[in-house]
């Protein structure tokens, strides 16, 4: 039997069965996720990030590194984006899971450098959804409308933005000015209601990367003037 008569024939079965099946790669792997409702599991999968198996502290450390292993900065228009790894992981029932299957929020906290209000480092909380990217191996972009929120008076506010996707911000010790620099410290994910939750402090950070996670609003502004 050919391979486009197979997957066919796959197709069939799965529509037959009421399930959707769609395809994503990453790395040259091609990926097959069936959705019957909350359970919908990777056929294949790429070893560095199924944490499936493991347990306790062994998988914290290995959710972690991943996280921010291939966590990147990235810039699109007027936005910038904070993206972190994503893995596999193991329900309470013993099922795989995608982690933003098990986590439903992402929060990323953010200290300004080289800036003191009163003696306090200015602070930003980013709160969004947790959704699988294009690429199975990172979380969808947390976007960052930098400049939106450089239009807003500084101070020690709560933002909310929509587009493209609802993102919330919450700001403490803000001076006259807002900070362009801003450095990650923290990583949560977590389930709705937190029962379950994975934290990654500033500490746990400094023993993964060699050095902080950046996110320059300067670079916005550097681009347009280019432009």
Same mark, same amino acid.
């Given at each position: ?20 099946? !769609?395809?994503?790669?990453?790395? *040259? ?29 062994? &998988? ?5 590194? +991943? ?16 993206? &972190?790894?994503?893995?596999? !992981?193991? +329900?309470?029932?013993?099922?795989? $899971? ?12 953010? @200290?300004?450098?080289?800036? $003191? ?10 709160? $969004? ?18 400049? @939106? ?5 500084? *101070? ?46 500033? @500490? ?15 670079? &916005? +502004?550097?681009? $347009?003037?280019?432009?």
């Amino acid at each position: 039997m050919s391979k486009p008569t197979v997957v066919t024939f796959i197709f069939a079965v799965f529509l037959v069965m009421g399930s959707f099946m !769609t395809y994503r790669s990453w790395n *040259g792997t091609v990926y097959v996720f069936v959705d019957d409702g909350e359970n919908r599991n990777p056929a294949a999968v790429k070893q560095n990030m199924d944490f499936s198996t493991l347990k306790g502290s062994d &998988l914290s450390l290995a959710s972690q590194k +991943r996280i921010l292993e291939e966590a990147r900065v990235i810039q699109k228009s007027s936005q910038i984006g904070v993206q &972190l790894g994503h893995f596999i !992981t193991r +329900r309470a029932n013993g099922k795989k $899971a995608f982690a933003c299957h098990m986590y439903k929020s992402v929060i990323l906290n953010f @200290q300004a450098a080289g800036m $003191a209000e009163n003696g306090e480092t200015p602070e930003m909380e980013v709160s $969004a959804a947790c959704k699988i990217g294009e690429s199975v191996g990172r979380i969808a972009p947390i976007w960052i409308p930098a400049e @939106q929120i450089l239009l807003e008076r500084p *101070g020690n506010v709560e933002l909310n933005y929509n587009e493209p996707d609802r993102v919330s911000f919450r700001f403490d010790n803000i001076g006259s000015n807002w900070p362009m620099t801003w450095n990650l410290v923290s990583v949560t994910l977590q389930s709705d209601g937190a029962s379950q939750r994975l934290h990654i402090s500033d @500490q746990e950070m400094l023993k993964i990367l060699d050095e902080p996670l950046t996110v320059k609003w300067s670079a &916005l +502004r550097a681009t $347009a003037s280019e432009e």
